[in-house]
């Protein structure tokens, strides 16, 4: 990763797998600027960075265009071209993350879809403009994408989109030789697992069940993104890649959980 340059999108805290992302390309010698909504994240966000070396810090709404167009300006002014950018963004009224997917609102399923799917389109758009040699588009996505997750709800059919995004947006891109690609970990203790209702038994169903009888960490996911985004990942886009100790082979629970 020496030498290339990218925004990562989506920090929260320190237990953020965007934060796993960003340790491990800043290890392998990436520079990164860091995106955040709104004052109270900043201020999460700015301390963080500066433990990687970075001061390059942009606030970022995904829901409005001016911010968005000034987000990727910022970038292009100081950089000039970008080589990726992390999307680990998504969103939805935790109250609709427990209880019945049939009594899901429109008001929340339209903002989650919007949020956690068409933003990725955004800012692969604006993203892509900044690569005229190529370069990487990453998101994050979940198994609740295509098999029912209890709780998951709403971000189940979100991810499911944003999975479907992903390749399309591959093919759109793949001729500008940006690679467009998502990583599905398992169940993660993050501030944005924990709004889904069960949060603590699903981890510990996963970990107790899956083949490596281990959870993803972020250290796994962050390997990964680095693979992705290096010149390692050359040939590879339009995958959703799975860190999440093997759990999505299984038909059912291990013999002794049955």
Known sequence: MRGK??????????????????????????????????????????????????????????MNDASMDACFAALKDRWGTIDFVVHAIAYSDKTELTGRFINTTRE?????????C?????????????????????????????RVTPFYNVMGVAKAALESTVRYLANDLGPQKVRVNAISPGPMKTLAGAAIGGARKTFKATEANAPLRA???????GGTAVYLASDYGACTTGEIILV???FHV?????????
Request: contains cysteine; proline residues 3%; aromatic residues 6%.
């Open 244 to 246: 999440d100790g093997g």
């Open 5 to 62: 340059r990218g925004l990562i999108m989506g920090v929260a805290n320190d237990r953020s797998i965007a934060w796993g992302i960003a340790k491990a390309m800043h290890a392998e010698g990436a520079e990164l600027a860091f995106s955040y909504q709104g004052e109270a994240f900043g201020k999460r966000v700015e301390p963080l960075a500066a433990t990687l070396g970075s001061d390059f810090l942009v606030d970022c709404d995904v």
């Open 250 to 258: 299984l038909g059912m629970p291990q013999p002794e959980n049955l």
């Open 108 to 116: 929340n399923f339209r903002n989650s879809l919007t949020i956690s």
């Open 215 to 221: 959870n993803a960490t972020l250290e796994a996911v």
């Open 118 to 146: 068409y933003s990725l389109i955004d800012v692969a758009k604006r993203a892509s403009e900044l690569m005229p040699e190529g370069g990487t588009v990453l998101t994050l996505t979940y198994q609740g994408s295509n």
